[in-house]
């Protein structure tokens, strides 16, 4: 499964922070999906895409991406 994650080129963001960001949603996918590629990079928007998968799986990790943006003050800093 691949996904992608962007996120606005206009917020502003900490230094590191797409990298932590990375680094702790993959930790989180893998303990739900084995094998997945992720993407993230900034662009004109937020969005998410999931390529590959069920049809549910979409709903999953965004509710895995709004937990980990979240609980950015535990993992990022």
Known sequence: MKIEVTIDKNKKLPTGAVQALEVELLRR??????????????????GLSVHGGIA????????????????????FY
């Open 29 to 46: 996918l893998n303990q739900n999906y084995e094998d997945c590629q992720l993407t993230i990079r900034r662009a004109g928007s937020d």
């Open 56 to 75: 549910d799986d979409k709903e999953v990790i965004q509710e895995i991406l709004r937990e980990t943006w979240e609980s950015a003050d535990d993992w």
